[in-house]
């Protein structure tokens, strides 16, 4: 069987403004690059079509699909991609009509049966961890009885149920980075958070123990697993032997919960050196001082922190046992074990007011943070905030824009979604323009040429983005 993965482009933009995201982040589906490697492995012809790097277009894609005829074409879905991702299927459906559709991902995990009520072009839903799924149903399987299989049965939809039999991770396949065009060359990660290219994406974990109410444990649900040390290891040896990769970003929520597995890994890196700098992500209290300097004697570059308020009440209430006091403390520690820090927020979650968002403002300023993120509050269908979001505020749902780069929600504390905007540029620029950050600027430009010829490079670009925030 011919199988044809792609991943849609999706709304990666502010609305109203043009598009400018592609220029400042590219990232790797690893979702369907992990999943193309094991249906690879298990004898199946498979193509990767990614129109987010250069294959945008629907023309592209058509032609693509004409030349290749695949038996059964795959979809990945977030939300904000979905419905580019069906009027992809609606053209396929005029020049294919047999051709079987199956879609997977975060948002058809979340909203499993409604989806194929919602959208009769499409055949199959995979749910949940979608390796073993997608190939039982690629091999011939009565889909009703495949485990987070969710398909049509006349006028009837079936479900095989959640998928309770998981991936032994150590067991996958290292995922098709061949398979992806463009790779590594045309796949860039935010400016500034590495030191040289190109890099790369690791995902060595799946779920989280944790249940912070933005965030959407749809496809893991509450399990946790990890790689070992091991294949780690392997992973970066091949990405820098065939791709000449030289920084590695941990996608990981978690990545230190294991202390020993770190352990083991950054043992690993000493003794037989790849030459490659890495980011990761901690959450407080997986991060003491012996742990940070294993972490930068093994080529430890960058360490992200998810704080998401300056506000402790706020934090009482959506990311439970994580305090103000903690997380000042991990970020001195992590600068002086001289690494940089890097603070993840969150603006516009429910309780949010324009005090609390001041707050964060002011604990932003007071953290010295050597970079920060803060995304838009998005109320996933499968988080836990989503479940009671219309008793906290006004929620527009309109799959395209949820993609955290705009305001769809409006808490009751809040005036407008105009004065959020508001109050989220001036929060941006307030950091990128402060004495902090101005401070450190000259000198990380020449410890990240790589990011500072990007910005030269891409300087209309750049500007254009930084208008918004005025």
């Known amino acids: 069987m011919k199988i044809l993965l792609i991943n849609p482009f999706g709304s990666n933009w502010i609305e109203g403004l043009r598009d400018d995201t592609e220029r400042a982040v590219r990232l790797a589906p690893m979702g369907i690059l992990f999943l193309a490697s094991y249906l690879i492995k298990n004898g199946f012809d498979v193509d990767i079509h990614n129109c987010r790097a250069g294959q945008r277009g629907t023309a592209e894609l058509m032609n693509r699909v004409s030349s290749l005829k695949p038996d059964m074409i795959g979809f990945t879905a977030t939300t904000s991609g979905f419905m580019d991702a069906y009027r ?91 398979k992806l065009e463009g790779f590594p060359k045309y796949f860039e990660p935010p400016l500034f958070n590495y030191p040289r290219s190109p890099s790369a994406t690791i995902i060595s974990s799946r779920g989280c123990p944790y249940q912070c109410s933005y965030c959407d444990r749809s496809v893991f649900r509450r399990s946790f697993r990890y790689n070992s040390a091991e294949y780690l290891y392997e992973q970066m040896r091949l990405l820098r032997k065939d791709f000449k990769i030289r920084h590695i970003f941990f996608y990981d929520d978690l990545f230190t919960f294991n202390r020993k597995r770190v352990e083991e890994f950054c043992g690993l890196l000493r003794k037989k050196p790849l030459h490659m700098t890495f980011n990761c992500a901690v959450r407080v209290g997986h991060a003491d001082d012996e742990l940070l300097q294993t972490l930068k004697a093994s080529g430890g570059w960058m360490v992200s922190i998810g704080m998401e308020s300056g506000d402790q009440e706020l934090l009482d209430r959506h990311k439970a046992k994580v305090t103000l006091h903690q997380i000042r403390d991990t970020v001195r520690r992590i600068q002086k074990n001289n690494m940089r820090a890097k603070g993840l927020f969150m603006m516009g979650l429910p309780g949010e007011t324009e005090q609390t968002i ?113």
């Open 88 to 178: 992809k299927v609606t053209e396929i459906r005029k020049v294919m009509p047999e051709v079987k559709i199956v879609f997977g991902g975060v948002h058809v995990s979340a909203l499993r049966e409604k989806i194929l009520e919602s959208f009769p072009l499409i055949d199959f839903l995979v749910t949940g961890e979608g390796e073993m799924a997608m190939t039982d149903l690629a091999g011939g399987k009565d889909p009703r009885t495949i485990q987070g299989v969710i398909s049509r049965d006349g006028d009837n939809i079936c479900s095989g149920g959640f998928r309770t039999e998981l991936c032994e991770l150590d067991d996958l396949p290292f995922p098709a980075y061949q």
């Open 358 to 470: 001041q707050r964060t403002a002011d604990f932003i300023e007071e953290l010295g943070l050597d970079d920060m993120n803060m995304t838009k509050f998005t109320p996933f269908p499968g988080s836990p905030a989503y479940q009671t979001i219309h008793e906290e505020g006004t929620f527009e749902e309109n799959w395209e824009l949820m993609n955290c780069l705009n305001f769809v929600f409006v808490p009751k504390g809040m005036e407008s979604k105009e004065k959020m905007e508001r109050l989220y540029n001036q929060s941006i620029k307030r950091f990128y323009t402060g004495k902090n950050w101005i401070r450190k600027f000259g000198p990380l430009m020449f410890k990240c040429p790589d990011s500072t010829f990007r910005i030269i490079k891409n300087l209309p670009t750049f500007l254009n983005i930084r208008k918004q925030f005025d």
